[in-house]
């Protein structure tokens, strides 16, 4: 039954009416799905009520988000929803997911979860299970699997779909990748900056590793270690000449002369990492976030560890300027390449 301090909640229930100043949901154990006060489900016997002060203590208590009056998009405007809309394409990312059985599973229209899903994720849908399929696809790979099979197990249905989907995820064929970067041709460069040898390196598809270093030996050293059996070139005139116009205007931003150049990037990473890596690049020069605020804009508010190490594990330096994030007590935090170079990006920002 409920207990007597609920009768005020119980009212409002059965009134369905909210009260901002004491926000409530309530659970029917018969159903096990949770609501708003405001809900306009038919009314549960009280003896089957139990009431909840936030949304994320009636789910971890068993409860299912009502579709009807979507009680976690209202505790968290927009993220809550959509970040479990996330982890179902997430768990059935092998599976055929039309936007309109997503918008189904999400209790909205075709067009309304297709844009609500894009403003938190930056993002379709169809693009979001596309990175999770080649997450689990890599995975497979590295643990052995021959192409034909991991393609299959990670729900693409042919190899030749395949290739429709490595551009910003694999970074190169499938075989290439599991022969780490075998028959692929990567050309770098190495320059002297105001904060240190840089290397940068590209594959065809664009910028695949900028790094810094102490040595050009070192960072050749770096690049061959992610890529052990690709061939690698220096650029010159046999080359990719691109590269050095790339290298000179990276290397006129650091120096203070220009801005960041916008080049194309060829991301290799799970679908985790990437949705951090793309948020980084809209934070704009002089401003800083946190490793929280990262994990609350990509809708993983739980994951700040995870944001943190995704910023680790960044290969883009300044490209995308995971220099930009910051400790929630304002510390500058841990960075690849050294805090005295971090300090001097903010720093440069700044001014």
Same mark, same amino acid.
């Given at each position: 039954?409920?207990?007597?301090?609920?009768?005020?909640?119980?009212?409002?229930?059965?009134?369905?009416?909210?009260?901002?100043?004491?926000?409530?949901?309530?659970?029917? *154990?018969?159903?096990?799905?949770?609501?708003?006060?405001?809900?306009?489900?038919?009314?549960?016997?009280?003896?089957?009520?139990?009431?909840?002060?936030?949304?994320?203590?009636?789910?971890?208590?068993?409860?299912?988000?009502?579709?009807?009056?979507?009680?976690?998009?209202?505790?968290?405007?927009?993220?809550?929803?959509?970040?479990?809309?996330?982890?179902?394409?997430?768990?059935?990312?092998?599976?055929?997911?039309?936007?309109?059985?997503?918008?189904?599973?999400?209790?909205?229209?075709?067009?309304?979860?297709?844009?609500?899903?894009?403003?938190?994720?930056?993002?379709?849908?169809?693009?979001?299970?596309?990175?999770?399929?080649?997450?689990?696809?890599?995975?497979?790979?590295?643990?052995?699997?021959?192409?034909?099979?991991?393609?299959?197990?990670?729900?693409?249905?042919?190899?030749?779909?395949?290739?429709?989907?490595?551009?910003?995820?694999?970074?190169?064929?499938?075989?290439?990748?599991?022969?780490?970067?075998?028959?692929?041709?990567?050309?770098?460069?190495?320059?002297?900056?105001?904060?240190?040898?840089?290397?940068?390196?590209?594959?065809?598809?664009? *910028?695949?590793? *900028?790094?810094?270093?102490?040595?050009?030996?070192?960072?050749?050293?770096?690049?061959?270690?992610?890529?052990?059996?690709?061939?690698?070139?220096?650029?010159?005139?046999?080359?990719?000449?691109?590269?050095?116009?790339?290298?000179?205007?990276?290397?006129?931003?650091?120096?203070?002369?220009?801005?960041?150049?916008?080049?194309?990037?060829?991301?290799?990473?799970?679908?985790?990492?990437?949705?951090?890596?793309?948020?980084?690049?809209?934070?704009?020069?002089?401003?800083?976030?946190?490793?929280?605020?990262?994990?609350?804009?990509?809708?993983?508010?739980?994951?700040?560890?995870?944001?943190?190490?995704?910023?680790?594990?960044?290969?883009?330096?300044?490209?995308?300027?995971?220099?930009?994030?910051?400790?929630?007590?304002?510390?500058?935090?841990?960075?690849?390449?050294?805090?005295?170079?971090?300090?001097?990006?903010?720093?440069?920002?700044?001014?």
């Amino acid at each position: 039954m409920i207990d007597t301090t609920d009768n005020d909640r119980w009212a409002r229930v059965q009134a369905r009416t909210e009260d901002a100043s004491d926000p409530f949901f309530y659970a029917v *154990v018969t159903t096990g799905i949770f609501c708003r006060p405001s809900c306009p489900s038919r009314t549960p016997r009280p003896a089957n009520v139990r009431f909840f002060d936030s949304a994320t203590g009636a789910t971890a208590a068993g409860f299912r988000p009502c579709r009807r009056c979507h009680p976690q998009a209202i505790a968290n405007p927009g993220t809550s929803l959509m970040a479990d809309m996330a982890r179902f394409i997430r768990n059935h990312a092998d599976q055929p997911l039309p936007l309109s059985r997503l918008a189904e599973e999400a209790g909205m229209s075709p067009f309304h979860f297709q844009r609500r899903f894009k403003a938190e994720f930056s993002i379709s849908p169809r693009d979001y299970q596309a990175a999770e399929r080649l997450t689990m696809f890599k995975g497979r790979l590295r643990d052995g699997e021959n192409v034909l099979h991991a393609t299959l197990d990670a729900g693409f249905g042919s190899t030749s779909r395949i290739y429709e989907h490595v551009d910003g995820g694999l970074g190169m064929t499938p075989r290439a990748y599991r022969a780490g970067g075998a028959g692929e041709t990567i050309v770098h460069a190495t320059r002297e900056t105001v904060l240190g040898p840089l290397m940068m390196a590209a594959t065809e598809r664009g *910028v695949c590793f *900028v790094q810094f270093g102490e040595t050009a030996g070192g960072l050749l050293a770096q690049l061959a270690a992610e890529f052990p059996r690709a061939r690698l070139l220096p650029a010159g005139p046999e080359a990719s000449q691109p590269l050095d116009d790339w290298m000179a205007a990276l290397a006129d931003h650091l120096a203070g002369s220009a801005p960041r150049p916008d080049l194309p990037l060829d991301l290799r990473g799970t679908a985790f990492q990437i949705k951090v890596w793309r948020f980084l690049l809209s934070v704009k020069p002089g401003d800083v976030v946190s490793y929280g605020e990262v994990a609350e804009a990509i809708a993983e508010p739980r994951a700040v560890r995870a944001a943190a190490s995704a910023c680790g594990a960044n290969r883009m330096a300044v490209l995308i300027p995971c220099h930009r994030v910051l400790r929630a007590d304002g510390g500058l935090g841990g960075y690849r390449w050294g805090i005295e170079r971090k300090r001097a990006l903010l720093d440069a920002e700044r001014r």
